[in-house]
């Protein structure tokens, strides 16, 4: 197990069109083996974190890391892991006690955090040494969001330095990840860092998909009707709202593509350019590491390369989730899989 995205080789345009030859991918580091965590203070701490007591900052803090971790590993992602509160680990939680039979209130109350570490006793915390190939690149500056144009210049949409990408590996909000490795040298191989282990069991056949615009839930459902994953999601806008009633995922694309094509989408880019541009893949891309394609054209379930702004800001009508839930996800569906959408959006 590791911290390693798997590559990827189709192309896809977010106005559907077939997909495309085979794109050359971005690098992405190997899995690392773990290390020992016990010669860490903070690991331990968080690992052996016990329910909080009132006014107790530090150890709520940690409290709600292990919880993060605990519920990302089994499909109810808290999106980014942050250890702080929130929507997206309201509706974690509230994913998971309903999954486990409990009240569902979106609270970490005692039985709900006894429910969950009861149910997973392995490590929250893990080492991770870095290898040549985290901290070799290549890595690109800094692009402003909508600048789809010189997003367009560039071969490829990789990271934009170590920590943004071993973050995203780990689920991990990168300033946690820094917070938790004060003074680690990001660009030297051999530097250990304390990550969260964050690998997760393969996520059974999704039959079905439910959309929330309004909470801004996605949730999945095997054949039988049971809950098996739960995501934050960023449900369209008012401006540009996701579409309403039945559908179906089209197609998967891992690594897509991104086309900015002005005559079928209802927002511009930066600058106000109109000419039709294309963006090639990459985490940072628009859509993300992935692409659901749906029934409905122009729309679908893809990820972000602002997975810190899941659930709080708008998209333009797609179902918006981290990279990882993203993927998560499209390895469960197939062309068919149920996709209803529900509610109005906020």
């Known amino acids: 197990m590791g911290l390693a995205l798997a590559p990827a080789t189709m192309a896809w345009s977010q106005a559907p069109v077939a997909p495309a030859a085979p794109t050359p991918t971005v690098p992405v580091a190997p899995a690392a083996a773990a290390v020992p965590v016990s010669k860490s203070p903070l690991a331990e701490a968080i690992n052996t974190q016990g329910m909080a007591t009132v006014g107790d900052k530090a150890a709520l803090r940690r409290q709600l890391i292990r919880a993060q971790v605990l519920l990302d590993r089994r499909h109810f992602s808290p999106g980014v892991v942050d250890g702080t509160t ?4 309201r509706l974690a939680l509230r994913a998971f006690q309903e999954a486990e ?12 955090w006894q429910r969950l570490v009861a149910g997973d006793p392995a490590p929250v915390i893990r080492s991770y040494t870095l290898v040549v190939e985290d901290v070799a690149g290549p890595f690109a500056a800094p692009v402003e969001p909508g600048d789809y144009a010189a997003m367009a210049k560039r071969p490829n949409m990789t990271w934009m ?3 943004e990408s071993i973050a995203e590996r780990a689920h991990m909000d990168e300033k946690l990840l820094i917070a938790m490795n004060p003074g680690a040298k990001f660009d030297a191989v051999g530097t250990e860092l304390l990550v969260a282990n964050t690998v997760r069991g393969e996520l059974p056949a999704v039959a079905s998909i439910s959309v929330d615009k309004k909470s801004g839930a996605l949730r999945a459902m095997d054949a039988g009707g049971k809950l098996v994953a739960a995501y934050p999601a960023t449900v ?3 401006d540009m709202p996701a579409p309403s009633g039945t559908w179906a995922v089209r197609t998967v694309a891992p690594s897509p593509n991104y086309t900015f094509d002005p005559s079928r989408l209802t927002f511009k880019a930066k600058g106000g350019k109109s000419e039709k541009l294309t963006i090639q893949p990459g985490p940072n891309n628009p859509v993300g590491s992935t692409w659901i394609d749906l029934t409905r054209d122009t729309y679908g379930i893809h990820g972000t390369p602002h997975p810190e702004t899941i659930g709080k800001a708008e998209s ?14 499209a390895g469960a569906v197939k062309q068919g899989t149920k996709v209803v959408f529900r509610g109005r959006s906020a």
């Open 236 to 238: 369209g806008s008012s």
């Open 161 to 163: 330095s170590v920590s």
């Open 316 to 329: 333009h009508g797609c179902v918006r989730l981290t990279n990882w839930d993203a993927k998560d996800l």
């Open 101 to 112: 039979g409990l009240p569902v209130n979106g609270k970490l109350d005692a039985v709900t």
């Open 86 to 89: 929130g929507s997206n680990l």
